[in-house]
């Protein structure tokens, strides 16, 4: 693929508001995860939380958008002159040529959780507005709304890909010549569906998740929201971030376990190599999706060793964030573009070695080196795999 400029990226979660205190909680190590005390949620879980969302409201004519996950859309959408970057875009390519892609899993479930608990005793549901919250188009239509656009509108949901697929699917939509940039990424907010159902499957970590660690024993749930613009890149782009390869797959070889030898993973990550069209020596980092349950993190460490051997270094930040499900891909886009800005890759949280039966260059303390290209991955539920190549444009 030609490479696509990143003209400007944020991200909110856990770790922080904005690109400036993600770059500072991953450089002092301070991970952004509590034990959860909002109510009706599973006993003794930690999760991501993002306080600072919860009292903002969009602006009035979008008041009927109100929910958690527009809440931190909104909240992200501020920070890093992102909106501002959207407008000058907007100057350049015209409102209707700038889509719109962006990945969530459960979007505004919240609300119809709210509304359940306030059903009649005939099982009715209250009125309330399921389009411009709960459904997964919301997200999507919202934020092309608050932007001004009137390009494509496009919502994607593959569980645990979603924010990454994004990518993928505006890097189609822009080389087919349906659009000539593209708001991509993704939200997902904390609710009662998400930690109960994986409390249900019995895979939530009794504490602050571990990727990597030889006694990790499940994962944290977090929310993120995080966007990026993304245009064509031209001769003047030269060494600045971009979105340089893209690839993805289904190995459909079960509804939620991973393939075990990651079968699916490497031909994911094959393919952004081979969309980069670079070696697997050329990636200076990888981001691993490394959610800390005992299958994925396994499957990872077989995936990525049998591409890149021990040679890259490579770790999961989901210690810092919990596992913001369809964010997580855009999120950890944006980490890997952070982290090349600032020349470090971050070592995994809580454990002192990774697990003594890993294969691949798994890191657990930080390491400030120059990072030219990285190497993003997201696997979920259903077989979906995708994998991202974030770096210097040549």
């Given at each position: 693929?030609?490479?696509?400029?990143?003209?400007?990226?944020?991200?909110?979660?856990?770790?922080?508001?904005?690109?400036?205190?993600?770059?500072?909680?991953?450089?002092?190590?301070?991970?952004?995860?509590?034990?959860?005390?909002?109510?009706?949620?599973?006993?003794?879980?930690?999760?991501?939380?993002?306080?600072?969302?919860?009292?903002?409201?969009?602006?009035?004519?979008?008041?009927?958008?109100?929910?958690?996950?527009?809440?931190?859309?909104?909240?992200?959408?501020?920070?890093?002159?992102?909106?501002?970057?959207?407008?000058?875009?907007?100057?350049?390519?015209?409102?209707?040529?700038?889509?719109?892609?962006?990945?969530?899993?459960?979007?505004?479930?919240?609300?119809?959780?709210?509304?359940?608990?306030?059903?009649?005793?005939?099982?009715?549901?209250?009125?309330?507005?399921?389009?411009?919250?709960?459904?997964?188009?919301?997200?999507?239509?919202?934020?092309?709304?608050?932007?001004?656009?009137?390009?494509?509108?496009?919502?994607?949901?593959?569980?645990?890909?979603?924010?990454?697929?994004?990518?993928?699917?505006?890097?189609?939509?822009?080389?087919?010549?349906?659009?000539?940039?593209?708001?991509?990424?993704?939200?997902?907010?904390?609710?009662?569906?998400?930690?109960?159902?994986?409390?249900?499957?019995?895979?939530?970590?009794?504490?602050?998740?571990?990727?990597?660690?030889?006694?990790?024993?499940?994962?944290?749930?977090?929310?993120?929201?995080?966007?990026?613009?993304?245009?064509?890149?031209?001769?003047?782009?030269?060494?600045?971030?971009?979105?340089?390869?893209?690839?993805?797959?289904?190995?459909?070889?079960?509804?939620?376990?991973?393939?075990?030898?990651?079968?699916?993973?490497?031909?994911?990550?094959?393919?952004?190599?081979?969309?980069?069209?670079?070696?697997?020596?050329?990636?200076?980092?990888?981001?691993?999706?490394?959610t800390g349950t005992r299958a994925n993190d396994a499957m990872e460490d077989r995936a990525i060793?049998?591409?890149?051997?021990?040679?890259?270094?490579?770790?999961?930040?989901?210690?810092?964030?919990?596992?913001?499900?369809?964010?997580?891909?855009?999120?950890?886009?944006?980490?890997?573009?952070?982290?090349?800005?600032?020349?470090?890759?971050?070592?995994?949280?809580?454990?002192?070695?990774?697990?003594?039966?890993?294969?691949?260059?798994?890191?657990?303390?930080?390491?400030?080196?120059?990072?030219?290209?990285?190497?993003?991955?997201?696997?979920?539920?259903?077989?979906?795999?995708?994998a991202l190549v974030i770096g210097r444009i040549p």
């Amino acid at each position: 693929m030609r490479p696509l400029r990143i003209t400007a990226i944020t991200a909110t979660s856990a770790m922080g508001t904005g690109l400036a205190a993600m770059h500072e909680t991953l450089a002092s190590r301070r991970a952004g995860l509590a034990p959860c005390d909002l109510p009706g949620m599973p006993d003794g879980v930690w999760v991501g939380r993002v306080r600072e969302a919860e009292a903002l409201q969009p602006p009035a004519p979008l008041a009927a958008f109100a929910c958690r996950n527009t809440r931190l859309a909104e909240l992200a959408l501020r920070q890093d002159g992102f909106m501002e970057a959207v407008a000058a875009a907007v100057a350049r390519h015209g409102a209707g040529r700038i889509a719109v892609v962006l990945g969530t899993s459960t979007s505004g479930i919240e609300e119809t959780e709210q509304a359940w608990a306030r059903r009649g005793q005939d099982g009715a549901l209250p009125p309330y507005d399921f389009a411009r919250t709960h459904d997964l188009h919301a997200l999507p239509r919202y934020v092309r709304a608050r932007l001004g656009l009137r390009g494509p509108c496009i919502p994607i949901s593959t569980a645990c890909t979603s924010g990454a697929r994004a990518f993928l699917d505006a890097a189609t939509l822009i080389a087919a010549g349906v659009a000539d940039a593209a708001i991509v990424g993704g939200a997902d907010t904390l609710c009662r569906l998400t930690l109960h159902g994986f409390a249900s499957l019995e895979l939530l970590a009794k504490g602050p998740t571990r990727p990597c660690a030889e006694d990790r024993d499940g994962i944290s749930i977090g929310e993120a929201a995080a966007f990026a613009l993304l245009e064509r890149a031209g001769p003047e782009d030269a060494g600045r971030i971009g979105l340089l390869g893209v690839g993805a797959s289904s190995d459909g070889h079960h509804m939620s376990s991973p393939h075990p030898e990651g079968l699916g993973a490497v031909t994911a990550m094959r393919a952004a190599l081979d969309s980069a069209g670079i070696a697997p020596a050329a990636i200076d980092y990888v981001n691993m999706h490394g959610t800390g349950t005992r299958a994925n993190d396994a499957m990872e460490d077989r995936a990525i060793a049998r591409l890149f051997g021990d040679a890259v270094p490579c770790s999961s930040t989901k210690g810092w964030t919990g596992h913001t499900l369809g964010a997580s891909g855009a999120l950890e886009a944006a980490v890997a573009a952070v982290c090349i800005q600032a020349g470090l890759v971050p070592g995994c949280l809580g454990l002192a070695r990774p697990d003594p039966s890993f294969v691949s260059g798994v890191v657990v303390e930080n390491r400030a080196t120059r990072v030219d290209r990285a190497l993003s991955n997201s696997f979920g539920f259903g077989g979906s795999n995708c994998a991202l190549v974030i770096g210097r444009i040549p």
